[in-house]
Nanobody, 119 residues
Framework: QVHVVESGGGLVQPGGSLRLSCTAS????????MGWYRRAPGKQRELVAT???????DYADSVKGRFTISRSNAKNTVYLQMNSLKPEDTAVYYC?????????????WGQGTLVTVSS
């Protein structure tokens, strides 16, 4: 079984910063991609940022220049550095890991971590 666990959410004031972390664990042979998604109240889940095994990244237009995704291949961990946070960034942030494991190829999701941007 592959487990994905996020951490680092919390309450922050507008203009502040937070760093989210996500680790995939289990019998993992390789990680093809990892990414962050979010679901704001009353909205559908949307892509925030992804990073593939080669290191290429992709961002939602709404977070470009403010958020940075990075990863530690050795730790099967991905980070999301969020700067200049805005109230509209308030959401539950979910981590996704696309991996090759003892169970074959699959997509795994974490339970989510809440980010609240408010004064």
């Amino acid at each position: 079984q592959v487990h994905v666990v996020e951490s680092g959410g919390g309450l922050v004031q507008p203009g502040g910063s937070l760093r989210l972390s996500c680790t995939a664990s289990g019998i993992i042979f390789s990680v093809n991609a990892m990414g962050w998604y979010r679901r704001a109240p009353g909205k559908q889940r949307e892509l925030v940022a992804t990073i593939i095994s080669g290191g290429s990244t992709d961002y939602a237009d709404s977070v470009k220049g403010r958020f940075t995704i990075s990863r530690s291949n050795a730790k099967n961990t991905v980070y999301l550095q969020m700067n200049s946070l805005k109230p509209e960034d308030t959401a539950v942030y979910y981590c996704n890991a696309a991996v090759e494991s003892s169970h074959g190829r699959g997509d795994y999701w974490g339970q989510g971590t809440l980010v609240t941007v408010s004064s």
